[in-house]
């Protein structure tokens, strides 16, 4: 079957500033959250590759915009590194150096016509402000981050015109502190919250000062709803679904896009005594700010059931005492990643988000295939031979077009990532780009197969998908 790209539909790539730059002329003081994590526990990181030389974006992005001019790419979505952007984070004084190498990486990409778009905080929360004010726990850090959005939309807003405040706000914190998986290793809930209300307040603020600079273009911030499906249509089932729905999409989307919290949310939150306090005067931003339009990341389904098991009294409150996670027989697997395979998602979140959210302007912010072991796959050239990325990717864009026929409001797809480049935990471990990264001393670069086929859907604004597709 033969697809047509919609017109001005977006084909895109995404990545971030911590997982491509490297530490070439980092300071001492410029260590993100994640810098710090890989510093504490290297161990955790796959075959010890982490942040630290990356994919040497700060010294090798030429390269990269290179190919992306090759493949005709028009639209670039990374991240300003917080940590590295200034030398005094309190102070607010901007690192020149790094704010160079930003302005350098914008101008390339224009020029080679690619459309930048910034997000401000893509995890690379500054570790001295973890230290002094524990992170997002701190309403101070709040009003620091708003510091940093009015200088870089004043230093960059002439040029970059689509703008996120985070990407993923959720991420750290559950896996911080509501699942305690990863450093400093503490469980509480009532911090998962206050790290979820202050970003969000954060993100509102960020709204108002790009309004209030009237620079011509548009603020959003990329959130990674899961869509939720029940096991059964039984009600307990359903109801596990919704609990889910309300304590990892709900939480952000309603706050961002209506302006206000969700009541049944608090009135859980509260029966639990971990509700947060909350100040009129930021609520009332929070009001007065929803964004312009959303980024979305989307990977996998979330499949849900009730709870086999009462919960056990003495462990604190977390969502999960309304569900299980439910293991579909028979669902296709990245193996890789671990991640389901469900192309379905992109059409099932459009429709969600055109049904609950007004039908908010939006577009895929990331969604992509990551494989281990791609070596394998090179042919005597050395080129990937990765079919079963184009695979991926030719499913979900059926579906997410087949959306936009029927009216959702999704104007473009960006695929992670452009090159392969650093995962948390992960490293380099499974590989996402259209352009493989050796991991020799040059992070000598190479275009994929997957390259050249995004080339063509760039250039014909067509693609063929088979009706059913098996993932090998
Ligand atoms: C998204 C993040 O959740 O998924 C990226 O925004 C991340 O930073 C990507 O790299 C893929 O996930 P992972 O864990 O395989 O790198």
């Not at 955790?44 to 990269?64: I, R, S």
């Not at 305690?180 to 209300?197: F, S, V």
């Amino acid at each position: 079957m033969k697809i047509t790209i919609p017109e001005n539909f977006i084909i895109g790539a995404a990545s971030s500033a911590w997982q491509t730059e490297g530490w070439v002329g980092k300071k001492e003081n410029q260590d993100s959250y994640l810098d710090r994590w890989y510093k504490n526990e290297k161990f955790v990181w796959h075959n010890g590759y982490g942040p630290a030389v990356a994919t040497n974006f700060m010294e090798k992005y030429q390269d990269d915009v290179d190919l992306m001019k090759e493949i005709k790419l028009t639209h670039y979505r990374t991240s300003i590194n917080w940590a590295r952007f200034f030398t005094d984070h309190e102070q607010l004084i901007v690192d020149e150096d790094y704010a160079q190498h930003i302005s350098d990486v914008i101008d390339a990409l224009l020029a080679a016509g690619v459309e930048p778009m910034l997000c401000l905080e893509h995890y690379e929360v500054p570790a001295v402000l973890s230290d002094k004010y524990d992170g997002w726990s701190s309403r101070k850090v709040v009003d620091l981050y708003a510091g940093y959005a009015k200088i870089a939309f004043e230093r960059f807003g002439d040029r970059v015109k689509q703008w996120f405040t985070f990407n993923e706000p959720i991420v750290p914190q559950t896996r911080i502190y509501l699942d305690a998986m990863r450093w400093p290793h503490e469980q509480n809930t009532q911090k998962w919250l206050l790290w979820n209300y202050h970003k969000v307040l954060a993100s509102a603020k960020a709204v108002e000062i790009y309004h209030e600079l009237n620079q011509g273009g548009r603020i959003g911030c990329v959130l990674n709803p899961e869509m939720v499906y029940a096991r059964s249509s039984s009600e307990a089932d359903q109801k596990a679904a919704a609990m889910y729905d309300l304590f990892f999409n709900q939480i952000f989307f309603t706050p961002m896009i209506k302006g206000i919290y969700p009541q049944e949310l608090i009135d859980i939150c509260q029966a639990h005594g971990v509700w947060i306090e909350t100040a009129a005067e930021d609520l009332a931003t929070i009001k007065e700010n929803t964004l312009d339009f959303l980024g979305v990341n989307q990977y996998y389904p979330k499949r849900v059931r009730s709870p086999k098991y009462a919960p056990n009294a003495e462990t604190p409150f977390h969502p999960e005492i309304f569900y299980d996670t439910f293991d579909l027989p028979g669902k296709q697997m990245n193996n890789s990643r671990g991640w389901e395979i469900y192309p379905q998602v992109m059409y099932d979140m459009a429709l969600y988000l055109k049904n609950n959210y007004g039908n908010i302007p939006w577009l895929i912010t990331e969604n992509g295939m990551g494989r281990e072991n791609e070596e394998q796959y090179q042919d005597e050239t050395g080129m990937v031979q990765d079919s079963y990325r184009i695979d991926f990717i030719r499913q979900h864009l059926r579906y997410l077009i087949k959306a936009v026929e029927e009216g959702a409001n999704c104007e473009g797809y960006m695929l992670w990532a452009f090159t392969d480049c650093v995962s948390p935990m992960n490293a380099f471990k499974n590989r996402y780009g259209l352009v493989r990264i050796e991991l020799n001393e040059e992070r000598t670069r190479s275009m994929k197969k997957s390259g050249l086929w995004y080339k063509s859907i760039i250039e014909t604004r067509q693609f063929e998908v088979a009706d059913e597709q098996e993932y090998k």
